[in-house]
Antibody, heavy 120, light 107 residues
Framework: QVQLVQSGAEVKKPGASVKVSCKASGYTFTTYTMHWVRQAPGQRLEWMGWINADNGNTKYSQKFQGRVTITRDTSASKAYMELSSLRSEDTAIYYC?????????????WGQGTLVTVSS | DIQMTQSPSSLSASVGDRVTITCRASQSISSYLNWYQQKPGKAPKLLIYAASSLQSGVPSRFSGSGSGTDFTLTISGLQPEDFATYYCQQSYSTPYSFGQGTKLEIK
């Protein structure tokens, strides 16, 4: 079955960077785009960007432009999301989610989420 | 950017009830609207895609409708496992955006 498994929780200090991984299994990794979405405490889901797992092309939300970098390692079937210059407002659960591969771009499945806590 | 607004933000209902959640987009998004269910401590789960298509494995008591700017998610015959938070999402254009969520609670 298609599954996305993310790396474990992180605690970072303000100004630091964090890199979260997402390992895909059950399908050909390069066939689908991968998205990253975050959810701060009590907030709505927020799309951060995507990566075309085949050619590595990326698109980021303007909100995170300059601070977020999404990469992939096709040999390991992994996608990565790195967020830099962390501040307390970046405390959130970060999810990877596979694109549908259709023009409607729904997200399914999702990883289990990675809690990133930013605190001095 | 497209703003998504759900109503109500919270809803109390009983097992067996029929409930409807509304999602409105700030501009027309055709049928590029998806619905997700999220339970506490879990990742979102896809229920409905392209406004009205039921994801495989999702019970038929869930249905979606609408196009343009106004959409609805209906649950016919609430079951105990349906009490959760529901989010709509537009996938018409980036940045893809979500509604604020509707928390469905047991009355």
């Amino acid at each position: 079955q298609v599954q996305l498994v993310q790396s474990g929780a992180e605690v970072k200090k303000p100004g630091a960077s964090v890199k979260v991984s997402c390992k895909a299994s059950g399908y050909t990794f390069t066939t689908y785009t991968m998205h990253w979405v975050r959810q701060a405490p009590g907030q709505r889901l927020e799309w951060m960007g995507w990566i075309n797992a085949d050619n590595g092309n990326t698109k980021y939300s303007q909100k995170f432009q300059g601070r977020v970098t999404i990469t992939r390692d096709t040999s390991a079937s992994k996608a990565y999301m790195e967020l830099s210059s962390l501040r307390s407002e970046d405390t959130a659960i970060y999810y990877c989610a596979r694109d549908s591969g259709t023009t409607y771009n729904w997200f399914d499945p999702w990883g289990q989420g990675t809690l990133v806590t930013v605190s001095s | 950017d497209i703003q998504m607004t759900q109503s109500p933000s919270s809803l109390s209902a009983s097992v067996g009830d029929r409930v409807t959640i509304t999602c409105r987009a700030s501009q027309s998004i055709s049928s590029y609207l998806n619905w997700y269910q999220q339970k506490p401590g879990k990742a979102p789960k896809l229920l409905i895609y392209a406004a009205s298509s039921l994801q495989s494995g999702v019970p038929s008591r869930f249905s979606g409708s609408g196009s343009g700017t106004d959409f609805t998610l209906t649950i016919s015959g609430l079951q105990p496992e349906d009490f959760a938070t529901y989010y709509c999402q537009q996938s018409y254009s980036t940045p893809y955006s979500f509604g604020q969520g509707t928390k469905l609670e047991i009355k």
